[in-house]
C-alpha cells in the first residue's frame, strides 16, 4: 500500500468504528475544558471526570476561582496528581483571564500557550475542542500509533503533529485525533497489545516493530 493508501485506510476504519467522537473530558465552555484538560496531565479522563464536579461545584468560572485560595484548588484536585502546579496554573490562569481577556478564554494558540501550565497540546485541544479550530493535539495513544502504523518515525510528539497534519486532511483533524485516541485505548494499547485485535497495525504496521514485539508469527499475520 501507498502511504495515501494507508492514509485512507485509517480515516475509513477509524470513520467506521467511531462515526460519533464524544469529548472524553465533561465541560460546559471553553473556561471548564481548560481546566479539565490541564488536570488532565498524567492522570486518566476518568478520573478528572470524577473531580471536575467537585471544583465546579465551587468555581465554574474564573471569577469565583480566584475567590478560592491556591490550597483549597489544590485540596480539591489532589487525586489528580501534580496538584501543586496545577493549583498554581489554575489559578494564576485565572487571574489572567480577568485581568487581559474580561474573564473570556482566548480563541488563539498564542495567546493560550502564554498561560501558567498551558502548553501546546492543552492549547491544541481547547482550540480543537473549545472553538472548533482546525488542530491535532498528540497525547501517548496518538503518538503510538503513529508509529505503529509507520506513518511517523516517534522521535517526538512535535514531529508526530507535523506527520499528523501534513498526511491527513485538514477538515477530519479534530474528529481523527478523537478516533485514534479511542482506538487506542481499545484496539491498539501500551500494554498487552494484540495483533488479532489490533487490525490497523495488522494491516499496515511497522514490520521492524511488529517482529520485535510479536516474531516471525507476528508478520505472518501481516499478510
Not at 508526530?160 to 482506538?183: G, M, S, V
Request: proline fraction near 6%; aromatic fraction near 10%; charged fraction near 25%.
Amino acid at each position: 500500500m501507498t502511504k495515501s493508501e494507508k492514509v485512507d485506510f485509517v480515516i475509513q476504519s477509524l470513520e467506521e468504528l467511531y462515526p460519533e467522537t464524544p469529548i472524553p473530558l465533561d465541560h460546559k465552555d471553553p473556561y471548564t475544558l481548560l481546566i479539565a484538560v490541564l488536570l488532565s496531565a498524567q492522570c486518566t479522563d476518568e478520573r478528572v471526570n470524577q473531580i471536575t464536579p467537585l471544583l465546579f461545584e465551587k468555581a465554574d468560572n474564573p471569577w469565583d476561582m480566584v475567590k478560592m485560595s491556591q490550597e483549597q484548588i489544590q485540596d480539591i484536585i489532589r487525586p489528580c496528581g501534580l496538584s501543586p502546579m496545577k493549583s498554581k496554573g489554575i489559578y494564576g490562569l485565572s487571574h489572567i483571564l480577568l485581568d487581559k481577556y474580561e474573564g473570556q478564554v482566548p480563541a488563539e494558540f498564542e495567546a493560550l500557550e502564554a498561560l501558567p501550565a498551558v502548553g501546546h497540546k492543552t492549547a491544541s485541544v481547547v482550540m480543537s475542542q473549545g472553538f472548533g479550530y482546525p488542530a491535532f493535539p498528540v497525547d501517548t495513544h496518538i503518538h503510538r500509533l503513529m508509529y505503529r502504523w509507520n506513518l511517523s518515525n516517534g522521535k517526538s510528539v512535535e514531529q508526530t503533529e507535523k506527520d499528523a497534519k501534513r498526511l491527513f486532511p485538514e477538515d477530519k483533524w479534530n474528529k481523527l485525533h478523537l478516533q485514534i485516541i479511542y482506538y487506542g485505548r481499545q484496539y491498539s494499547p501500551a500494554r498487552g497489545w494484540s495483533l488479532d485485535k489490533d487490525f490497523i497495525s495488522r494491516k499496515i504496521g511497522r514490520k521492524s516493530l511488529i517482529r520485535e514485539n510479536f516474531g516471525e508469527e507476528g508478520l505472518k499475520l501481516m499478510a
